[in-house]
T-cell receptor
């Protein structure tokens, strides 16, 4: 149980294009999903918290107009990297909370974005 | 001071050894605690939740010390497959909105 999928698993795009990443909870409903970014040999950095049906909460320093988050249903959240640049190249990982009192998070397999 | 601190390692230990990591947290109001493991270029996977009474899962034991604000992970009879980065995760409030990851401790098990 508690499986989270992400699509695509990797993407290469040209600078200036937009990339959409999907995060799905496959066997549970996730009222809250989280988006992280991880650069090589660094820790996960929380970008934003996404609640179903409401606006995402962005961490300090994360541009909400550049990283668009939509959490349209209890099983799907999307992250769109708009006008991507090479410095946006990173490993993007989503997670979903089961909503239990202990709030364990389960992670998607990640999306490796490379912007040329 | 970081909200969650871990010794980055690397810890390099022989197969079969016992190894322990600590993780300290600064917010005394923290509610829940977890250990995740992350393999190279993979997503983190939940290893254990850490309960106030401590908990054990096979070769892994997790402890919480609220007075000193740290959690620990003990791995007994370590296997080569235990080589990974171990992430300490703290949920600072009762809601899910303040999840803090430690920077991770790298563990390498040698034959």
């Amino acid at each position: 149980g508690a499986v989270v999928s992400q699509h695509p698993s990797w993407v290469i795009c040209k600078s200036g294009t937009s990339v959409k990443i999907e995060c799905r909870s496959l066997d549970f409903q996730a009222t809250t999903m989280f988006w992280y970014r991880q650069f090589p040999k660094q820790s996960l950095m929380l970008m934003a918290t996404s609640n179903e049906g409401s606006k995402a909460t962005y961490e300090q320093g994360v541009e909400k107009d550049k990283f668009l988050i939509n959490h349209a249903s209890l099983t799907l959240s999307t992250l769109t990297v708009t006008s991507a640049h090479p410095e946006d190249s990173s490993f993007y990982i989503c997670s979903a909370s089961t909503g239990t009192a202990y709030n364990e998070q389960f992670f998607g397999p990640g999306t490796r974005l490379t912007v040329l | 001071r970081k909200e969650v601190e871990q010794d980055p390692g690397p810890f390099n230990v022989p197969e079969g050894a016992t190894v322990a990591f600590n993780c300290t947290y600064s917010n005394s109001a923290s509610q829940s605690f977890f250990w995740y493991r992350q393999d190279c270029r993979k997503e983190p996977k939940l290893l254990m939740s850490v309960y106030s009474s401590g908990n054990e899962d096979g070769r892994f034991t997790a402890q919480l010390n609220r007075a000193s604000q740290y959690i620990s992970l003990l791995i007994r009879d370590s296997k080569l497959s235990d080589s990974a980065t171990y992430l300490c995760v703290v949920n600072a409030y009762s809601s899910a909105s303040k999840i803090i990851f430690g920077s991770g401790t790298r563990l390498s098990i040698r034959p």
